[in-house]
């Protein structure tokens, strides 16, 4: 066997994850391979024009492309040249037939596995790198080692980096989980993939981070990491509504509850719900299988996840058209941030998609700004009336009835806000979803303020 990796998937998960073990690992060949190949060319751009923003990803890349990470869409070469075959293609939410809207739709996933059978040419160890649901690598298994002249020995070791902070959460994990079968060759698989974390001279993850488990625990823990993360946030905003009923401040209400070392005081912000691309899809994941296997009031539990968050989309709107006299027909309203979060340019299932439609419906005129996300955003409202891209945020607030901010850049709490008073039409709100404002400073220089949990 040889030290060398493919990984198959070049998009958010594989680029940053391959570049980060090319560092690491300087003695070892990396490929990261697509069927996309203008993805492929972005990632090999001369100008680094990478198709994937992360702070710090283009530092590393600079550092190891050309040196021992490579970008291709030569797939077959790739999988002959490495004996180690990392897979982090899409697996999104099936839109058909059985499990629609709930279940993963495993197809790039097995079309995947039937290539590297097609083209291996000696034993390979197969890593999971997508997330996926129960059993899944039980399944491959199956199809690669039916009738194989090679031996495939199939892996699930999950990714828990966020978007925004990749570089740093793969460079300090709080864990790496193996899942792997307890064989021989299992055993064998689970340490190689344990040395290549490591680092080379084990400069990179530590051993007592690296957890192992049988294949279907870690299968399992992933869904069930984004569930309780996306629980977080759906509790926390549940409250926030409770609070802006009552009079109570749920930034007061997040710093007592997370002072509790039970609790914790991470992820209890309040905002317009979380997006991104795996919670919704992974908690609907999870709601399958529990259906699947006759818990039904376990998937109930897990679908209110989802519904308070959609429902948190719609309390911003209505309170948007209850504080600006219950008409926003015509109203401009400029909105700050498209990206789920702040630190990138992703925007899928972003809480501002959402909020743009319902907007659109109220024939609102929105001037959207965003640093990173406006070419996502422009293709995601393709077709949507009333919507105006704008790069300044100056520029999208002037004349505008209200101001909604709906990404935590830390740019925007730097603005003059002054200046952005003056050039609205009066009277001027400032919605901040994100609670990254100052709504004493807004309120003194004649802004109407509204904020989530307040
Ligand atoms: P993505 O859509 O950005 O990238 C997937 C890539 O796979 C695409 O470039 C696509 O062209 C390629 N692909 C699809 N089928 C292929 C095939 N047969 N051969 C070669 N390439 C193929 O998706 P992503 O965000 O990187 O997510 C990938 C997986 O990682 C998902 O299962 C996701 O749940 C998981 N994950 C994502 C994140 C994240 O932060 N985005 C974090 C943890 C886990
Ligand atoms: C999340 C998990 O944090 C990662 O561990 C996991 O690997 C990843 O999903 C995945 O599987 O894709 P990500 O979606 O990139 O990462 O970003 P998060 O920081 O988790 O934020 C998700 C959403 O929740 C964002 O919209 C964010 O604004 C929102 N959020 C987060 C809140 O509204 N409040 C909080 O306190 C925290």
């Known amino acids: 066997m040889n030290r060398n990796i493919v990984c198959i998937g070049a998009g958010y998960i594989g680029g940053p994850t391959m570049a980060v073990i090319a560092k690491m690992n300087p003695d070892r060949k990396v490929i990261v391979v ?35 990470l490579f970008f291709s869409t030569d797939i077959a070469g790739a999988v002959k040249e490495c004996d180690i075959v990392f897979v982090g293609v899409n697996t999104p939410t099936k839109m058909f037939g059985r499990g629609m809207g709930r279940a993963s739709d495993l ?25 996926l649901p129960v059993r899944t690598a039980a399944a491959m ?42 064989d021989e060759a299992g055993r064998a698989a689970v340490a190689a993939l344990a040395e290549i974390y490591a680092g080379t001279n084990g400069a990179w993850v530590r051993r007592e981070k690296i957890l192992t488990t049988n294949v279907w625990s870690a299968e399992l823990s992933k869904l069930a990491a984004n569930a309780m993360l996306a629980q977080r946030v759906s509790s926390i905003n549940a409250l926030a509504g409770l609070c802006e009923a009552t009079g109570a401040n749920i930034g007061e209400v997040a710093r007592v509850i997370g002072a509790d070392s039970r609790i914790g005081a991470k992820f209890l ?8 691309s795996c919670f919704k899809k992974d908690v609907l994941n999870l709601v399958y299988l529990c259906e699947s296997f006759g818990l039904h009031t376990a998937a109930e539990y897990w679908m209110g996840v989802i519904r308070v968050n959609e429902h948190q989309h719609e309390r911003i709107v209505n309170r948007l058209f209850t504080s600006m006299f ?58 949507l009336d ?67 949990g307040r």
């Open 34 to 68: 697509d069927i996309n190949a203008d993805r492929i060319a972005a990632w090999n751009s001369a100008d680094f024009n990478l198709p994937v923003y992360e702070p710090g990803l283009e530092e590393v890349v600079r550092e190891v492309r050309g040196r021992n």
């Open 107 to 131: 197809q790039f996933w097995e079309a995947t596995a039937r290539t590297i059978k097609e083209y291996a040419d000696g034993d390979k160890i197969v890593v999971e790198k997508s997330t």
């Open 141 to 182: 298994e199956a199809i690669l080692n039916d009738h194989a002249k090679y031996r495939f020995t199939v892996l699930s070791n999950p990714e828990f980096l966020a978007e925004g902070s990749a570089i740093k959460d793969l460079l300090e994990p709080d864990r790496v989980l193996i899942g792997g079968p307890d």
């Open 269 to 276: 912000k309040a905002g317009p719900g979380f997006g991104g």
């Open 326 to 383: 219950n008409t926003l027909a015509g109203k401009k309203i400029a909105m700050f941030g498209f990206a789920f979060k702040a630190n990138t340019g992703d925007t899928r299932e972003t809480p501002a998609g959402a909020v743009a439609r319902l907007l659109a419906g109220e024939h609102v005129r929105l001037a959207i700004t965003d640093p990173k996300a406006i070419e996502n955003g422009k293709r995601d409202l393709a077709g």
């Open 386 to 452: 009333g919507i105006e891209w704008v790069e300044d945020p100056y520029a999208a607030a002037a004349g505008a009835d209200a101001v909604l901010v709906l990404t935590d850049w830390s740019e925007y709490a730097a603005l003059d806000w002054k200046r952005i008073y003056e050039s609205m039409r009066k009277p001027a709100l400032v919605f901040d979803t994100r609670n990254c404002l100052d709504d004493a400073a807004l309120r003194s220089l004649g802004f109407r303020v509204l904020a989530v």
